[in-house]
């Protein structure tokens, strides 16, 4: 694979500290303060796996894998859930509406994302 969709999916999912499988999709949010520890421990040991280039798709990229990911969930839901195991019929709904309550969490706060990403790589 590629490795920001790598660091990104670990991020979608250690950054939110409800967790994935949540009766109330809504609640699902993406913690910057987690994300920044996150990326500046990642970047201590691992930065030269990445080019400048690969660094700034960062951004992009942690609104790619939950959109995507949210995809998935609502496809497999809507064709039978033959894909993602399912506990309880409207468990991949349920995925999807967390992926996708995860996206707006990350858009609202792009600026302060961003910021970190840029400081984080400056300071490492």
């Known amino acids: 694979g590629f490795v920001v ?11 939110n500290p409800y967790g994935e499988e949540l009766t109330k999709p809504m609640k699902a ?8 520890s996150f990326l500046r421990g ?8 990445l080019t400048k280039g690969d660094y700034l ?9 939950p959109f995507e990911l949210g995809l998935r ?3 497999d839901h809507l064709t039978g859930n033959n894909y993602f195991k399912v506990d309880y019929h409207g ?7 967390v992926q996708f309550s995860l996206l707006a969490s990350i858009d609202s706060q792009i600026i302060e994302i961003q910021h970190i ?8």
């Open 91 to 97: 468990q991949n709904k349920e995925r999807a509406e």
């Open 117 to 124: 990403l840029t400081s984080a790589w400056e300071d490492v």
């Open 73 to 75: 969930f609502l496809n």
């Open 42 to 49: 990642y970047l201590s040991i691992s930065k030269n796996l």
């Open 29 to 36: 949010k993406f913690d910057t303060s987690l994300f920044n």
């Open 5 to 15: 969709f790598d660091i990104c999916d670990c991020a979608r999912s250690v950054c």
């Open 57 to 65: 798709f960062l951004s992009n990229c942690l609104r790619i894998i």
